[in-house]
């Protein structure tokens, strides 16, 4: 049978629109779901892990002695500040971005090789630095960023080479992080590979021991 001419045009009329709105709709439905796998993706935090112990007070090593005579509000500790952060999303974002655009804005020199003396600690204005003098800058940065410095403390470690080695460990409600010069990535403690020694204290002028703890060395796809 013959439809009349005005229901064949309606029905194509509704299968034209109808296929306009589905497209419109897939577009919105897709590009949604884009942004939000990238918020999520930008979102995750790190999982739960158990902070480095501290097993007692140590001195601080010489480098930072004067470091903190040349510079005493960056040594200065406040105890009315958290001496670990309430980690969320955007604190994650931040340090992680903050750590990659340091570690991009500073060519590796050794003391030796810039200053002629084996030790300085400093902000690295220059563009030249040394591994203390990353984690410094990472430093100031976050606390202008309004993170808590006493929650941002310098660490002396051993590395994979059996090296002395300066990282930055910011203790969260997470557990420990390590800010490094070598790799981007930020860590717990206990995936780096290295032997924990000390870090600048969160109570006063002595650094805290750590006692020489050890973490598991790193695999390939760490």
């Known amino acids: ?23 419109v709709s897939l577009a919105l439905t ?5 942004a939000q796998a ?3 993706t930008g979102s995750i935090l790190p999982g739960l892990s158990q902070p480095v112990a501290r097993v007692g007070t140590a001195k601080p090593i010489l480098g930072w002695i004067r470091f903190c005579e040349q510079k005493p509000a960056e040594c200065a500790v406040d ?16 340090l992680n971005r903050i750590n990659q655009q340091v570690n991009a804005a500073i060519t590796a020199k050794t003391d030796k090789d810039q200053w002629g003396v084996e030790d300085v600690w400093d902000f690295a204005e220059d563009g030249y630095g040394d591994c ?10 976050l606390a202008e960023a309004g993170f808590p410095r006493r929650a941002l403390r ?12 300066a990282v930055m460990m910011v203790r969260t409600n997470r557990g420990d992080f390590i800010l490094d010069n070598k ?10 590979g290295y032997v924990y020694i ?17 973490s598991p060395t790193m695999t390939a796809n760490q």
């Open 198 to 214: 000390k870090r600048e204290g969160d109570e006063g002028s002595a650094w805290a021991s750590l006692g020489g703890r050890t």
């Open 132 to 141: 203390e003098d990353y984690q410094l800058v990472k430093r100031k940065r």
């Open 30 to 34: 897709l590009t949604a779901a884009a």
């Open 183 to 192: 790799r981007n990535a930020i860590l717990p403690w206990h995936k780096t």
């Open 79 to 94: 105890p009315d500040e958290p001496a670990t952060i309430e980690l969320t999303a955007k604190d994650w974002q931040t």
């Open 1 to 23: 049978m013959r439809q009349p001419l005005f229901g064949l045009l309606s029905v194509r009329s509704f299968s034209r629109s109808t296929f306009r709105f589905a497209a």
């Open 38 to 40: 990238q918020t999520q």
């Open 154 to 165: 310098m660490t002396v470690v051993i590395d994979e080479e059996g090296a002395g080695h």
